[in-house]
């Protein structure tokens, strides 16, 4: 499975984007997607997950990012409204066919991961 995570830019804060993961490949492993990011000079981290119908977000995010998934399209969305520039970072999309629900913000536990695409708020 090839993820490849596309729709970052450049935004003012208070404004809003939309970012989308394509998956690619003989399966779609839409029992669980994710997003995480990382800003420059700091580790990566969990932003917001999809399992089994189940969403999770990071506390940071809670109310202003929502996760979705389109099977039919094989893709994942993470719509983010009230951008602020602690927002900045780089977004990364993974996946995986099973995931604990425990285990949801590791990184090392998602087999997938897209490349990458650059949010930027500027204040």
């Known amino acids: 499975v090839q993820l490849q995570a596309s729709g970052g830019g450049l935004v003012q804060a208070g404004g809003s984007l939309r970012l989308a993961c394509a998956a690619s490949?003989?399966?779609?492993?839409?029992?669980?997607m994710a997003w995480f990011r990382q800003a420059p000079g700091k580790v990566r981290e969990f932003v917001a997950a999809l399992s089994r119908r189940v969403t999770y977000y990071a506390a940071s995010v809670k109310g202003r990012f929502t996760i979705s998934i389109d099977n039919a399209k094989k893709m994942a969305f993470l719509q983010m409204n009230s951008l602020k520039p602690e927002d900045t970072a780089v977004y990364f999309c993974a996946a995986d066919e099973s995931i604990h629900p425990g285990h949801i913000t590791a990184t090392r536990q998602w087999d997938y991961w897209g490349q990458g695409t650059l949010v930027t708020v500027s204040s």
């Open positions: 490949g003989r399966t779609f492993p839409s029992n669980a």
